[in-house]
């Protein structure tokens, strides 16, 4: 049965308001919260990346459109349920949601499966017009049974509740239907709104600044092209020694005798480009006891250095010094715990000399 029901709302013989049921209507008012919550999101989001960018900040592409679809998709599935729920049934109540004011709360008329059906509650009274004579509502309810009576297309009640009246009747299919009303479109709007500016905000919040551009001038070498050899060699003595504690990963796994001051002079061939070519050990003070050379010349060979004026040949001696930092043995690091008081070694009764620390002397060039 594909037919509409017409309910008119009457104050003192007043029309106050007059809604069509139909299952085009319900469609229709699915499609408008459909559609205002997808404009409302897509607005949102165009105005929440321009702001953005405006502001100098940035988020993660992926996440934030991923987020915006998640929570619009909640949304629209949210909303047309409750659209669809409100088009099949024309409600009277106290709740300013209702679509008319009455004393009873009750749905006056809802669709069930195919057709619509009419709600009779104690202390109504009116006609229900559906053939020859028309039936008076006082007799299809009772002080605690509430009556439900089917519309078809030829039925036409009129039910009062005090002083408001409710004429209901049916008709054939709905072939003019009403334009969208703003209070419609308002219904779905405000929890849509709301939902997109807590969005914003966040969004905000987990917005990073926008790094800067490096140009051709963070790129450029800081040793200019007009450095002489001596300039460029305390260029790259001090690039080096920024990046000296790497060489301490050396010392770490030696033994205890080999914790001591030294030499080291570490060879580098470095090009024009400030790539390291080859690596060598020049001089070292440490013997075959502590083998360091090895180690400390290919640490060295991942060092980073910048552009030179030209390439060249040069010798970083590398200075080992004492810190106050304790030693372990290894040999003691892997023994178990020991009771308090037991000694592992009483035979050792000398503090342990502090770690080595690197330096760097004078750099000099390799002709």
Known sequence: MNHSIEVAHLVNGEVISVRRLSRRRERREVAVALVVVVGAFLAATGLVAAALLGAHRVVYGPVYGTVWMVVAAIMGVMLGRRALERARRYRVGVSIDDDAFAGAEVDLVRRVGDGYELSLVPGMTGTIAAGRSPIAVETLTSSTRTARIPLGGDVRAEVAIGNTTFVVRGGGSASREEPVSRALVKRFARPTLTVVQLMAIASFLYAVPVGAALGEADMKSSIPVTATPWETEK?????????????HRCFDAMPLECQRPGYVGIGLSLSKQGEIRTSWIARS???????????????????????????????????????????????????????????????VTTQPAPPPSLDFGRVSTVE
């Open 235 to 247: 260029a790259l003595r001090a690039e080096a020694q920024a990046q000296a504690r790497t060489l």
């Open 285 to 347: 003070t440490y013997g075959r006891d502590c083998p360091v050379e090895q180690c400390m010349a290919e640490v060295a060979a991942g060092w980073f250095f910048e552009p030179l004026p030209e390439s060249m040949q040069i010798v970083l001696p590398v200075q080992v010094l004492r810190t106050d930092r304790p030693l372990v043995r290894p040999e003691v690091a892997s023994l178990p715990a020991t009771p308090p008081g037991t000694a592992r070694y009483p035979t």
